[in-house]
């Protein structure tokens, strides 16, 4: 059990992360590789706390953020069990529905919603048309911050990996210049992970571009 309480409610909430992935997950294969992403994030996650980068951060919080952040991927799979790629974007949102819908509060459902890249903000879903309901899907507190950087570190992409820094820089730059910047901020904030070790643990490669 997963206890969380959200600096932003006053709230207690016991999550069994595992078991709501097994309840929505369409298949074995998409709970694996959901699962395992979220169980990835937070080992990211942890050992960027664990270095002392965020000692303000309530780390039960960022616990239960990343091992649910990516939740909303799971009503993406048709019956076939292929995944959408095309609406991928929408897993955000689809997720803080899923999980609002489960009763959990707003604290834990932003983060699904507001992990997206570096942060998706109105202007970018209206210069981009982007398949969302209008709004600003940004991390606002250190948690959701640190689940979603972490997340840049780890990809879901078959073969599985992790991504260096530069790897996800360059990525993201053709999103602008903006989002290049926030990633620099971001890793001001928290350093860099140890990819090297995390690659090492779970048997995956590192990529660099």
Known sequence: MISAQGPAEDVDVDVDARELHRRHAPSPAAFTRVHTHCRIVWDIAAGLLGAGRAPQADAGLVRTGALLHDIGVYRLYDDAGQLDHAQYLRHGVLGHELLAADGLPET???????HTGVGLT??????????????????????????????????????????????????????GADKVARFDELTAEFGVPDLAALAARHDMTVRDG
């Open 108 to 114: 834990v459902c932003r983060f699904a919603s507001c």
């Open 122 to 175: 109105r202007d970018d879903i209206a210069r981009g048309n982007l398949p969302l309901p209008p709004g600003d899907y940004v991390a606002r507190t250190v948690e959701e911050r640190l689940v979603m950087y972490a997340d840049k570190f780890h990809s879901k992409s078959h073969p599985t990996s992790f991504l260096t820094a530069d790897a996800y820089r360059g990525y993201v730059r053709r999103f």
